[in-house]
């Protein structure tokens, strides 16, 4: 045991007699000379340092509580300051042992505007993102694959609260001109425990994640994403700045920032557990 725990709990024994505590005391119950103390005050107030004390250690959690493996499909609605869509399907296939991948259409009013492939690594202990795809969002074909070796890191088994993980990866283009980018990404676990309402659904045990990404081929934004037990993602709010029209020397060429709220609609027909 430590010396200064053990210091503490010599003095709660020895000194006899009790009160309750106030509110705010650090420990329930206090205690008067020459008096017997209560042993079930005593273990309270052991119960109580205890507690405080596991209070000051930094909550832990896994990628896979919060990554909704047993739902197939999620439908988002978005608020994008641009107009660019205003709805996203999201259609997950796990019958890859160890992969994940998800095609992502994104629509506005109806009509769809983009539509991706998603590929995800959860083989061990981190979830990766390890390929790209985009396609012709009128003929689906695909149009353009990028593949992330090793796969930029998205969140890990064990991540503390207040902690930030990263990657630093190289990332491939197969298009007609094909072009190498490094992607370097950064993740922190900022809040844990969080109840959150979306479309008139409550949501408990979840956690907030923000994420920064500077990348060339992937695009460079800020991101708080809202993860719950069971569902996973039920909010995104990203920023993103980009040139809107000619190139970096292009005088006309305009700096545009872009802020796009992503809230969970349905998932698997409403029947995902909060």
Do not use: W
């Not at 040139?243 to 545009?256: A, M, Q």
Request: hydrophobic share 35%; charged share 15%.
């Amino acid at each position: 045991m430590n010396k200064t725990f053990l210091a503490i709990a010599i003095s709660a024994i020895a000194l006899s007699g009790s009160t309750v505590a106030a509110p705010g005391d650090a420990v329930p119950h206090t205690f008067s000379n020459g008096t017997t103390a209560d042993a079930d005050q005593v273990n309270s107030n052991f119960a109580a340092l205890v507690s405080q004390i596991s209070a000051l250690v930094p909550a832990t959690h896994s990628f896979r509580d919060y990554s909704g493996s047993s739902i197939g499909t999620k439908v988002f609605s978005v608020q994008d300051t641009e107009g660019e869509y205003d709805r996203e399907v999201r259609v997950f296939n796990r019958s890859v042992a160890g992969q994940v991948s998800y095609t992502r259409n994104r629509t506005l009013t109806g009509s769809t505007v983009q539509y991706n492939t998603i590929t995800l690594d959860n083989s061990g202990a981190e979830l990766r993102f390890t390929e790209y795809k985009r396609h012709n969002p009128t003929t689906l074909a695909v149009a353009e694959t990028r593949t992330m070796t090793p796969g930029v890191l998205i969140r890990t088994e064990s991540m503390e609260e207040g902690k930030t993980f990263g990657s630093d990866s190289a990332l491939h283009s197969t298009t007609a001109t094909p072009a190498d980018s490094g992607v370097i990404q950064t993740t922190t676990l900022i809040s844990s425990n969080q109840s959150v309402t979306v479309n008139g659904v409550n949501y408990s045990g979840c956690i907030k994640t923000a994420r920064h990404r500077s990348s060339s081929k992937l695009g460079a934004y800020d991101m708080i994403n809202t993860l719950c037990p069971n569902v996973g993602l039920v909010r995104s709010v990203k920023s993103q700045s980009y040139f809107n029209g000619g190139n970096l020397s292009d005088t006309v060429s305009t700096l545009k920032t872009q802020t796009i709220l992503t809230e969970l609609l349905l998932c698997d027909g409403a029947t995902c557990t909060p």
